[in-house]
T-cell receptor
């Protein structure tokens, strides 16, 4: 069975602090994809990143960085120098096969509040 | 701003009725997926269409059906509406490439079943 766990339900940080959102996944597939999405209060989901299970290199995009560790089945997301606009619900997701990329299973989400 | 649009924005239906939701794809994208998101929860995958064929389905009953048209726009149909169908319905269009991936979501349709 496939499962995505985001243990942090809600996080509050003060602006400019760094914050890490945790994601732990379970899958029996050897090939899979991991995703992070942002859902701001407006409700529209925004795709942030897709990571192939064979690529364990960490990735940085501006203030965002992702740490993929296959050994611990984790795919954590760090926001550096957080800003109020980062306030949103963040979802980690897993796609079980390489041929159904969009058949993703979402975690329950972590609600991030960045306080000015 | 993405090119994925959904209509209508909001909708109120009565239990037992049928509903059709529409989604236009981002230009150049050939895959559309639909998700149901209940209040306070993560999205749940309904199904995916690739070049007009359904090629993936989540745990939803047959009364949830869909279509993808030659221009890659899509419809989600739900028959015999139930109260639990009240949710935000999101569509996403995507394009798979060997070395990159694009996915854009529409703003969603908020369906209320009374």
């Amino acid at each position: 069975a496939q499962k995505v766990t985001q243990a942090q339900t809600e996080i509050s940080v003060v602006e400019k602090e760094d914050v890490t959102l945790d994601c732990v996944y379970e899958t029996r597939d050897t090939t899979y994809y991991l995703f992070w999405y942002k859902q701001p209060p407006s409700g529209e989901l925004v795709f942030l990143i897709r990571r192939n299970s064979f690529d364990e290199q960490n990735e940085i995009s501006g203030r965002y960085s992702w740490n993929f560790q296959k050994s611990t089945s984790s795919f954590n997301f760090t926001i550096t120098a957080s800003q109020v606009v980062d306030s949103a619900v963040y979802f980690c997701a897993l796609s079980g096969t390489a041929t159904s990329y969009d058949k993703v299973i979402f975690g329950p989400g972590t609600s991030l509040s960045v306080i000015p | 701003e993405t090119g994925v649009t959904q209509s209508p924005t909001h909708l109120i239906k009565t239990r037992g009725q049928q509903v059709t939701l529409r989604c236009s794809s981002q230009s150049g994208h050939n895959t559309v997926s639909w998700y149901q998101q209940a209040l306070g929860q993560g999205p749940q995958f309904i199904f995916q269409y690739y070049r007009e064929e359904e090629n993936g389905r989540g745990n939803f009953p047959p009364r949830f059906s869909g279509l993808q048209f030659p221009n890659y726009s899509s419809e989600l149909n739900v028959n015999a509406l139930e109260l639990d169908d009240s949710a935000l319905y999101l569509c996403a269009s995507s394009l798979f490439r060997e070395s990159s991936y694009e996915q854009y979501f529409g703003p969603g349709t908020r369906l209320t079943v009374t």
